[in-house]
């Protein structure tokens, strides 16, 4: 999992996270990555709107944002 959010971080991509908090509560989150650390990672939130601390070991899945171009008629 630290492979591709570096990888990622290092592509400048947006993500689409599904995260278990402490708690045990699961969501989802659109978020980019600013730095990978050890076992956390600091993101831009877009669901908060605001930075914030993940635990790489709470993560339970990650899919790239495909952004689709519209075609100009």
């Not at 592509?11 to 995260?19: A, D, G, L, S, T």
């Not at 045990?24 to 980019?32: C, E, L, N």
């Not at 993101?43 to 070991?57: D, H, N, P, S, V």
């Amino acid at each position: 999992m630290r492979e591709q959010l570096v990888k990622a971080m290092q592509h400048n991509q947006i993500v689409n996270m599904m995260y278990m908090a402490k708690g045990g509560t699961v969501s989802k989150r659109r978020i980019k990555i600013i730095k990978v650390v050890g076992d956390i990672f600091h993101a831009y939130c877009f669901t908060k709107q605001a930075k914030r601390t993940f635990l790489i070991e709470s993560i339970l899945a990650v899919s790239p944002v495909i952004r689709k171009e519209r075609d100009v008629v």
